[in-house]
């Protein structure tokens, strides 16, 4: 495996249900990102990891719970979500965050129905 | 936070150069220029990023003025796989942190055709 994976691709979840989307890198990256981009809109930055450590939670509700294990892979908890939480999740790493000049990886993301 | 303004939709065929202009006059002395592009139902891929003057690389161009206040990525000689929504962004530095992150817009959808 090269880049960015994410698993599942799909997953359709009822508004009681428990899931976890998976994202692991295989770069040697120490940053890692979780955004969510919903039909016809930018993508919104969710959570920044650096080095395991979260370095930003950008007023995402508390139903979306991230967990960075090691700098390799990064977890979104999920649970009781809305429909309107329907959207293609994608994660992302960097080499790291230096602030001005970074590239971004994306894997394919993970499309999230909620029912 | 630099701001970024690119056209939201633009039409081209193949074989034509595609130029896409964005506009940031926000821009941070420390900013690099990056453009992603975006396929539908996958993430972001990295096209080119720059500082100043002129960037080339295998996929496209990227033209900066001095005052850096806008850029233009410039396609040449679009093929339809290349029918995407590509990104303008301007890197953040958070003051004396290192914390930076890519703030995405609309975007720019393109569509080639035959």
Redesign the interface.
């Known amino acids: 495996e090269t880049g960015v994976t994410q698993t599942p691709r799909h997953l359709v979840m009822g508004m009681t249900n428990k899931k976890s989307l998976k994202c692991e890198q295989h770069l040697g990256h120490n940053a890692m990102y979780w955004y969510k981009q919903s039909a016809k809109k930018p993508l919104e930055l969710m959570f920044v990891y650096s080095l395991e450590e979260r370095v930003e939670n950008n007023s995402v509700p508390s139903r979306f719970s991230p967990e960075c294990p090691n700098s390799s892979h990064l977890f979104l908890h999920l649970h009781t979500l809305q429909p309107e939480d329907s959207a293609l999740y994608l994660c992302a790493s960097s080499q790291d965050l230096r602030g001005a000049s970074y590239e971004q990886y994306f894997g394919p993301g993970t499309r999230l129905t909620v029912t | 936070l630099a701001k970024t303004t690119q056209p939201i939709s633009m039409d081209s065929y193949e074989g034509q150069e595609v130029n896409i202009t964005c506009s940031h006059n926000n821009i941070?002395t420390?900013?690099?220029i990056?453009w992603y592009q975006q396929f539908p139902?996958?993430?972001?891929?990295?096209i080119i990023?720059g500082?100043k003057t002129k960037v080339t690389n295998e996929v496209a161009s990227l033209f900066i003025p001095a005052d850096r206040k806008s850029s233009t990525l410039s396609l040449p000689r679009v093929s339809l796989s290349d029918t995407a929504v590509y990104y303008c962004l301007v890197?953040?530095?958070?003051g004396s942190?290192?914390?930076?992150?890519?703030?995405?817009?609309?975007?720019t959808t393109l569509q080639v055709k035959p």
Not at chain 2, 41 to 46: A, E, I, K, W
Not at chain 2, 97 to 103: A, P, R, S
């Open positions: 941070a420390n900013d690099y990056t139902s996958q993430g972001p891929r990295f990023q500082y890197g953040v530095s958070h942190g290192n914390t930076g992150k890519l703030i995405f817009g609309q975007g």
